[in-house]
């Protein structure tokens, strides 16, 4: 490495190791570099460039507080620093620090603005356009500016242009599913059923992992049961890779990244494919020359919007999000109410939870029924008669309730009543991790309370479980405006990150509403995650960028969720699944729409049973969650594209109705 050398030749040249450091950042050797970054500033400690290197090590690694105070220091030394500033600014976004929010914005768009006139690379990072108050032509060209710099790596490979395959004799579509998320990570939680599914008879499907096996069962069940795996991983040439996909045969390349970590968007700009598409990852426009489709839906991305994007859309009949929360949490399926003998009965202070219920109603004294009549569907479903369906959950009366509230108040993993275990549900991660994680279905009767979480029994709880940057503070206006018309409620939120919850705690204090109204509880393995959804009574969505994945696992968790969509993609998934689970009544038109909604169900006990029992219903009968349908309706889909390519068209706009 060159910079060794000049390090060798001149030991206090700071240049070098800041040099060195980004090389080593680049070779993913983290603490390598950060020993260089600081060597350099111990060498120049009025070294603006080091100090924002070093702060950008900090932010990957989740230091935040660290990064802000060292992207503070290179601005104090370099006022006119843009990166430092906006990644000071999306740091502080994280945190929820809103002093001089305002002025804030107003100067990152500011500089997005100057970049793009100057043609430079803006310091916004595509992925994180949609939290700042640009227009969508500026967010399209971020994005367009990293499409190029793709395109611009890969002019020195000098590569001909490839041969695209056609489709001979009523042979099969081939479809090539491109990811760096094959494994523990949200995108697999959602689709890893999905490869699969496709009907093999069209269909011939490729997956090209872009990581390493992470040795869980979501990675080797797609491994398994896609027709043909492929870990491009171990070919970190851009070119032979292309060359590996090319030689596949592959007629739809679809890119799942975007701009995501572990993307390699250079893949597609060498076009190994006919056909590319963006499906699912990614919550926005490539704004690249070379992706010729988005698949999307007619309310996350309707018509009239079409603008923002570089891709042709591409509707699915339904919305264009997935979950393989069915085949992951059968267990909830259904439910048990425990009796905790409190007077009356809700449906979230004390649950059960298993994949067989029959143990726990048979060592139970008593049984009753909980009966609760769902609000009517605005479209007919799949399962519709003309009965007004009724949602009937076991309300169990145990011999003694002394033995579970034992368990949840000493933090003991198991209890047993009568011979039968119930484990308690903040422990699963002790007992079995693979469980914990999603990758197996627990064995274990679970029980799931409010007293584990400090959520009041009585109260009623509003939810959001997304990572605190989704919050800006228009949602929080919203929020403290809700929590102060529904007396008896409290906010329950995650330490999404922990540095988060003092400054949303001092924000809603001085707007008026007490500590203890808004509850903060750690991040958790993802099936207490979304098993512990079933505590609130009501999710309120986050305007500015909608919980995607956590929209999906509060539905599964049969909470009602309440989305005012905006205008970019990351504003509308939510509405996109509420419209799908036929829930249309929960998307507001305005912010004061927002706030009448999520009161009245606040405030109004009938029509919030009515509404919840809507919404348990509506996740098994409705497409939301069916990954079958959801596979069949990709694959027409995926024909449509295919169909215009081979009559040699270009791509256009496949937004017609599906019969």
């Known amino acids: 490495m060159h910079y060794r050398e000049a390090i060798r030749i001149s030991p206090t040249f700071a240049d070098a190791y800041s040099n060195m450091g980004n090389t080593l950042k680049e070779m993913q050797d983290i603490q390598g570099a950060l020993q260089c970054y600081t060597r350099a500033i111990q060498i120049n400690p009025a070294f603006a460039d ?14 935040i507080p660290e990064a802000i105070q060292a992207y503070r220091t290179a601005l104090k030394l370099k006022p006119d620093f843009p990166d430092a500033y906006c990644n000071l600014a999306h740091c502080l976004q994280i945190v929820c620090d809103w002093t001089d929010y305002e002025p804030r914005m107003k100067r990152l768009v500011q500089i997005v603005q100057e970049q793009l006139e100057k043609n430079r690379l803006p310091s916004v990072h595509p992925h994180h356009s949609m939290l700042y108050p640009l227009t969508h032509s500026q967010r399209k060209a971020i994005a367009a500016r990293h499409a190029n710099l793709c395109l611009e790596k890969i002019t020195v490979l000098h590569k001909p242009a490839y041969q695209h395959p056609k489709i001979v004799n009523g042979g099969r579509l081939r479809i090539g599913y491109v990811s760096s998320d094959f494994g523990n990570h949200p995108t697999s939680h959602l689709m890893q059923s999905i490869p699969g599914m496709h009907n093999t008879e069209n269909a011939e499907i490729f997956c090209y992992s872009l990581s390493s096996d992470d040795g869980t069962t979501f990675r080797s069940k797609i491994a398994k049961e896609a027709e043909h795996f492929i870990d491009l991983s171990q070919v970190p040439c851009n070119g032979k890779a292309a060359d590996l996909i090319n030689a596949d045969g592959i007629h739809i390349l679809v890119n799942m990244n975007g701009y995501t970590k572990g993307a390699r968007n250079e893949l597609f700009a060498l076009r190994p494919a006919p056909v590319q598409v963006m499906w699912l990852g990614y919550p926005g426009s490539s704004g690249a020359s070379f992706m010729d ?55 979230n202070v004390s649950i059960v939870n298993a994949t067989d219920l029959e143990p726990i109603m048979k060592t139970a004294s008593d049984i009753k029924e909980l009966i609760q009549v769902a609000a009517n569907s605005d479209h007919h479903d799949d399962h519709h008669d003309d009965k007004v369906p009724e949602i009937v959950t076991p309300v169990v009366e145990l011999p003694t309730t002394e033995a579970v509230t034992s368990m949840v108040l000493s933090g003991q993993a198991h209890t047993s009543i009568n011979g039968v275990v119930l484990q308690n549900g903040l422990t699963t991660q002790q007992t079995n991790n693979k469980a914990a994680t999603g990758e197996e279905v627990p064995k274990n009767i679970l029980v799931t309370s409010r007293q584990q979480y400090g959520l009041p029994e009585n109260a009623v709880v509003y939810c959001n479980f997304n990572q605190l940057y989704k919050i800006d503070p228009s949602t929080l206006d919203m929020w403290v405006e809700i929590i102060k018309k529904v007396p008896n ?64 696992d509060v539905l599964w968790a049969g909470t009602p969720m309440v989305t005012f969509p905006g205008e970019t993609l990351a504003s509308r998934v939510a509405a996109s699944q509420l419209y799908t689970i036929r829930c249309p009544e929960l998307v507001a038109k305005t912010s004061d729409d927002y706030v009448a909604i999520a009161v ?58 599906w019969d």
């Open 50 to 63: 080091a100090h924002s290197n070093l702060a950008s090590i900090h932010k990957d690694s989740g230091n």
């Open 489 to 552: 409620s409290v906010l329950w939120l995650l330490r999404f990150p922990a540095v988060g919850e003092p400054n949303l705690l001092q924000t809603a204090q001085s707007m008026g509403v007490p500590a203890n109204r808004i509850i903060f509880s750690p991040v958790a393995p993802k099936e207490e995650h979304v098993r512990r959804g079933q505590l609130s009574d009501i999710c309120l969505d986050t305007p500015l960028c909608n919980g995607h994945t956590t929209g999906m």
């Open 293 to 347: 489709y988005i698949i999307t839906d007619s309310v996350t991305s309707p018509y009239e919007l079409r603008d923002q994007y570089s891709e042709k859309l591409a509707y699915m009949p339904n919305t264009f999000f997935i979950g393989d929360h069915r085949h992951m949490f059968p267990h909830m399926l259904e439910r048990a109410i425990i009796d905790t003998k409190e007077g009356t009965i809700a449906d």
């Open 600 to 657: 009245r169900l606040g405030t109004d006990p009938s029509y919030l049973k009515a509404t919840r029992a809507k919404v348990w219903r509506n996740r098994i009968t409705t497409p939301l969650f069916d990954t079958k349908r959801y596979a069949s309706d990709l694959e027409r889909l995926y024909h449509r594209m295919w169909s215009r390519c081979e009559r040699g068209l270009t791509p256009d706009h496949l937004t017609e109705p």
